[in-house]
Structures are given as C-alpha cells and as structure tokens.
C-alpha cells in the first residue's frame, strides 16, 4: 500500500506542537514536525510521509495573509504527481478559518484535510497524534476525493464549507451544527455517509484585509460604521440578530456604509440557520435587503469576513459580491 501513496504533511503550529514549558507553567511551541510524527506508529504501512515546516506559531498569531501564503504553497504541493493527499495541521483556535479559506481557494480533486489537537503534548490524553493519524488515514482514501477541504478530528470528517469550533476543551469541539459530519474514520479507514452539495470556488492569491466583523446585541448604534468608514475598511460582516435584523439605531450606519461603496454582508449570531428578508420593520431583513445589504446565508461570521476578503481581492462590483454569496 505505501508505496503509492505519499502524503505531504505541512505543519503550521498549534496545541498539536506544544507541551508544558516548566518555568511558566503554560503550554508554548516546543515539538518539532519530526517530533510529532514520532508519536504517529505504523504509519509507513499506509503511506509515505513528506514533512514541510511552513510555521511553528499558535493559531491567533496566523494572519490572513499568512493563510494566503499557505494556500499557495497547498496548491503547489497538491499539483505534484508523487502526492495522492496533503494534510495541514494548524491550532485550532483559527482553525475554521484557514480550512474554509483553504477550500475556497484551493482546486483540486485530491483530498485536503486539516487537523489540530486540543490537548498538548504534556497532556494526558494527548489526541495529536491520533488526530493526524485519521488525517492521513482520510487523505490516502479514494473516496475522500472531490470533497474539497476536510476537517478530520476526533475520528470524525467535517466539511471546511461546514465546520466550526463549538466548544472550548472538548476533544469533539469541530462540528458541522447545520448538517453534522460528512462521514467518521473507523479501523483506519474513512467511511463518507454524504455529499458536499454545493462548492464554490475563488480564484485568488491575493486577500483583502481590511474587511470588519461586527456581532450585533440590542440597541448598539452606528458609531462602529463611522471608525471603519474613516480607517478605509473596504467591506464590513454584520452579524445580525436572529432571522437577520438589526437594532434601528444601526440602520443609519448601514446606509452610509453602502452609499460610500463598502459591500455590507449580513449573517445571524445563531449558531444554525440561515438570514432571509422575513421581517419589514426598520432593521429588518426586508428593509436591509432594500438598502442594497447582501445575505451570507448560514455561513458564521468569521467564515463570512474571510469569504469577503478573498471576494474583494478580486472585484468590488457590489452584484459580483452579492452573488458569490446569494447564489
């Protein structure tokens, strides 16, 4: 079996490469790639390993433009004919984002999975190294071709497009809340029970940066708009109450953010379900609608601001944006 298969490992950081640092009393980057795979046994009976360092970094210090960079180098490494799948481990905290991001920018019929850990290496329980194992275990399959990017972790295979950190410790953390897993890794094995319906692609190597996420609670204003209004910002995520609605008091903000030209994308706070233009009133989803504000159907809001970002690397055109998201 291994000697068809080659499995290209990027490592980024994360809990997965961290243990106890004595003289803290805190958990820090410490393992090396070679270190962590020393813990991954029997894997040369499946596949042949590739390392590739790219960072060694917790995942709150990975920017998007470092996610960019990232991607390219997945794209080069996915391309070559010796690779049948690349698995990239990442810390988790951000881990949603750079898988999503992965997906949208990334081509590619072989399979991507990305994985972390939610115990470090000092830990007892330490689930990095059988985490990566499942990933790899996911990438040398036929059957996970064709599915875009992957999260593999706790045994389960999550969508990029899907998937999202739903707890703080618990090792089965990564959920798909709206749809569950595409499928688990059981004996060693990946066993899919659906689908990816739709996938989109953007074909970008450069991002945006400047784009703002604000979480709307009850009777916030629009002070927020004129400070990114004023810092140039050149898109703003809204996420919204229920349905997709907004205190009054944010609608003047609202406006004038689409009167200068800044594509305002709307999401809800809730964890399921998607915005839709039930409600009427000012602030509602019907009246943003009006005001040119454009849906980001179910997505969460830190999946919207990257969407929005790899969007507005490529065109400003307010119905290119609006159907990149609506349709």
């Not at 590739?52 to 997945?74: Q, T």
């Not at 898988?99 to 007892?124: C, F, H, Q, W």
């Not at 709307?216 to 708009?225: A, L, N």
């Amino acid at each position: 079996m291994s000697c068809h298969n080659k499995v290209a490992i990027i490592f980024t950081g994360g809990t997965i490469s961290m243990k106890i640092d004595p003289r803290i009393h805190a958990a820090i980057p410490a393992l090396s790639s070679e270190e962590i795979m020393a813990m991954v046994t029997n894997i040369e009976k499946f596949a042949e390993i590739e390392i590739i360092n790219f960072a060694n970094l917790p995942s709150p210090h990975i920017a998007p433009e470092m996610m960019i960079d990232l991607a390219i180098l997945v794209k080069e490494t996915v391309k070559r004919e010796d690779i049948t799948g690349v698995v990239v481990t990442h810390g988790t905290d951000t881990l949603e984002e750079t898988a999503y991001l992965l997906d949208l920018t990334v081509d590619s019929e072989k399979p991507i999975a990305v994985v972390g850990a939610m115990r470090n290496s000092s830990e007892l329980g330490y689930d990095g190294s059988s985490n990566l194992s499942a990933a790899i275990c996911t990438v040398i399959s036929k059957n996970a071709r064709n599915k875009g990017v992957l999260v593999v972790m706790n045994n389960e295979v999550n969508a990029a497009s899907e998937v999202t950190k739903t707890n703080t410790l618990s090792l089965d953390t990564f959920k798909s809340p709206e749809f569950g897993p595409l499928g688990i890794v059981d004996n060693d094995e990946v066993i899919f029970y659906r689908e990816i319906i739709s996938k989109k692609h953007i074909e970008t190597e450069k991002i945006e940066t400047k784009v703002a996420l604000i979480k709307c609670g009850p009777g916030m204003d629009s002070d927020i708009f004129d400070f990114y209004i004023d810092k140039n910002y050149k898109g703003i995520v809204i996420e919204s109450l229920g349905r997709g609605n907004i205190p009054p008091t944010m609608v003047p903000g609202v406006k004038k953010s689409i009167n200068k030209g800044i594509p305002v994308v709307m999401v809800s706070r809730c964890p399921t379900g998607r915005v839709l233009d039930t409600y009427g009133y000012e602030g509602g989803g019907k009246h943003l609608r009006d005001l040119g504000v454009i849906f980001g159907k179910n997505l969460p809001g830190q999946k919207a601001r990257i969407k929005l970002m790899l969007i507005l690397s490529v065109t400003n055109d307010l119905n290119r944006i609006k159907d990149l998201f609506e349709n």
